[in-house]
């Protein structure tokens, strides 16, 4: 694969294709996948077993569908307002100001404080959708609807086949067998859904469709996403006929304020559909009378009424080859086969699961929410500075192809963000990178929102990676101005204190952790290790690009103030005191002190060994207990780099980072299930362990050497 590189792109898709059939031969993939199949005999009231493409994902229970619980089907594109706050219209909205507070003598406009009412508005708008609700609908010998209870089915059976991004439902209902088979379109928002059973044409089973009202007044809406009673506030309709687009027989519009959506029916068979009752937006979607099984539905979801929808067996066979190539052709880490320790198989399920679910949730047109498509967190908006923990990963299990899609959102954005830095310190140039944002690109108002700067750095590392993918001029001029205006910003920031002739960061700022006070604090650790390993990527840019390197870039670089110290210690900021260390205010949230050297590599100005004393002394102080999601992964990462493997291992299967049956990480004790910055980082912790770092010398540098056999397929080394 190294030999590849540099050559033309043609060529290097030839020799690839050889090159992936002879090294990708040694490991049985499908195995191992097909071993984590998930299983289930019931449905969990948390968490759905899910079929999607990254846009688009259904949750369903243990039906297949969503029959007991309304998990949700999400979407990236599905977006609602709310309407306006009362008495309020448009034009109060675009007027939003927020606060201006004082910034080094110089008073900096932030959109937070201001009219609370407008900027609740805007921190809950617009707001994230959930489509509807599929499941089965049971019928008496009258062909009315029987109310059934999970309780009801007998020898429940229900499986993921992982390898075909296949749902596999079975029970018996009343002494007859249903099967239920669910799949999703890779290149649509629509799911094909096969029931088989004797009840069908008997006319006993069919499907009912629901659709929820939805606002912002819940920031975080888990496990379900939506009310089914407030059917007053929205509304449904229902259409026939041929005219809405290839293959759609019926047709629901369904209307949230502003926001209208359309589910499209379709089948290789004729359907009935009708609305249940008038008050309510619940269809039924039954067979034709003598229609025999299996019956056969595609319904698909969009905001273009003419859309259409595909054939069954064209969802079928599409999501057969889309997952076998995803399985097939990416990177590939095999830590189960010849290990002996008994940690191993836990952990390559985990991994397995993660690559099933990221793909699912997260492979996507725009960075992914916390939860994904499963249900939503911060009203279904997502975050800047997570886009690390989330995407990251798909650089070293080369998946380009996905990556690119989020990627495009740097540059989309970057105008936006070119506003923000004006309309803020009044700088001339530079991009500042919101943090909690919508599709738009616009950034919820808020002071952590407004005041955090971990997220600035990230599109340069991501970069960095792309250009060790594909080292060429290409890449280098494709992000450029992201790379160019993210380090002027980060240059802007930097305040030259004349007393020490440093150059600080803040105040007002937060750091990682979010818990520190932002008027006091100044030159976080974690932050300026950050900078400085940011502002050295973008100067090689330059030079690759035979561009000179601008010059406040290299004169707040070299000039940045050291690390605080404390004691022989890294501390969380300068002028902390080392008690801090004793203090739950400062010991409570992200440990990224463990950060400086792990998830960073070696960076000037971070003397290792303090760092790994750091990194010790967070062990034995931060409070573990009230850790969550990535924090152990990036815990397994300095761990790793610090030369104690069997303590990454440790980390990475942590009694408090939990992966439940079906791979959904376990919220924990601060947020919500699924937490799926946990995954990510998961996956790019591995993948790091597992192929190595730069300037790692053995392989697999992250796993014990006893009890640990550990092979890679297509995999690149970390930075
Ligand atoms: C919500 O309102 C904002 C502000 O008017 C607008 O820019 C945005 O397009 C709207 N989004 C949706 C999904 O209606
Ligand atoms: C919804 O549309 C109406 C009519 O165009 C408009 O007056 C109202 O401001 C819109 N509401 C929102 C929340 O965009
Ligand atoms: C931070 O400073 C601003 C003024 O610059 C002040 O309005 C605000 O209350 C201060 N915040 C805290 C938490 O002290
Ligand atoms: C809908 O149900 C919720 C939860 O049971 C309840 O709090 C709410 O009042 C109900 N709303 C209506 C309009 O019935
Ligand atoms: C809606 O879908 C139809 C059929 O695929 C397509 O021709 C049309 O361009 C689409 N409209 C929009 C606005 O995307
Ligand atoms: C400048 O740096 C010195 C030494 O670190 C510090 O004591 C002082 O507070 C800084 N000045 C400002 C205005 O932040
Ligand atoms: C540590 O975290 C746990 C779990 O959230 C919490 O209950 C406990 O109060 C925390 N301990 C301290 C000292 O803050």
Known sequence: MMLTIGLHPPLRGIIFLITLSFTYASINRQAIVSLYNPVRTSSDPNTPMQVGNGNFAFGADVTGLQTFLPFAIMSTWGWKNDSFPPGRTLEDIKDYKGVSWDSHGRLVQYEFGGEADIQQWLISNPNRVNLGRVGLLFLDDEGREVVVEEKELEAVHQELDLWKGTIKSQFRYRGEQVKVEVRSSQSDSAIAVSVDSPLVLKGGLGLFLDFPWKDGSQKFSAPFVGTWNETSKHTTTLAHGPHFGVNVQAQITHTLVNSTFFTSIGSPDRLQVLRVSSDAHRYSVLPSRGQDSPLETVIGYSQNESRGVQHFDDIVSESEEAWNEY?????????????????????????????????????????????????????????????????????????????????????????????????QEGYSSGARWSKMTDPSGRSAPGQINELLIWQQPHPIVFAEYEYRAKPQKKTLEKWRDVVSETANWMANFAWLNSTSGYYDLGPPMYVVSEDTSPNVTRNPAFELAYWRFGLDLASTWMERLGEQVPGPWKTVRDNLAPLPLE????????????????DPAYTNDHPALVGLHGWLPQTPGVDVKIAKATADKAYLSWNISNCWGWDFPMLAMSAARNGEPDTAIDWLLHPLFQFDVVGMPIGGVRVPTPYFPGSGSLLFAVAMMAKGWEGSSTDAPGFPRIGFNVTTEGMATAL
């Open 327 to 423: 399985w097939t052709r990416s990177g590939f880490v095999d830590v189960l086969t010849g290990s002996t320790d008994p940690r191993a198989n836990e952990l390559q399920r985990r991994i397995i699961l993660s690559r099933y679910l990221m793909r699912v949730n997260e492979a996507s047109d725009l960075s992914p929410q916390e939860s994904g498509l499963v249900n939503n967190g911060w009203y279904g908006k997502f975050h800047l500075e997570m886009t690390f923990w989330h995407l990251a990963h798909w650089a070293l299990w080369n998946n380009w192809e996905i990556l690119e899609k989020p990627m495009a959102m740097y540059q989309r954005f970057l105008q936006t963000s070119i506003d923000r830095a004006q309309d």
């Open 567 to 582: 004691n022989g210690l890294y501390s969380v900021y300068e002028g902390l005191e080392e008690s801090f260390w004793e």
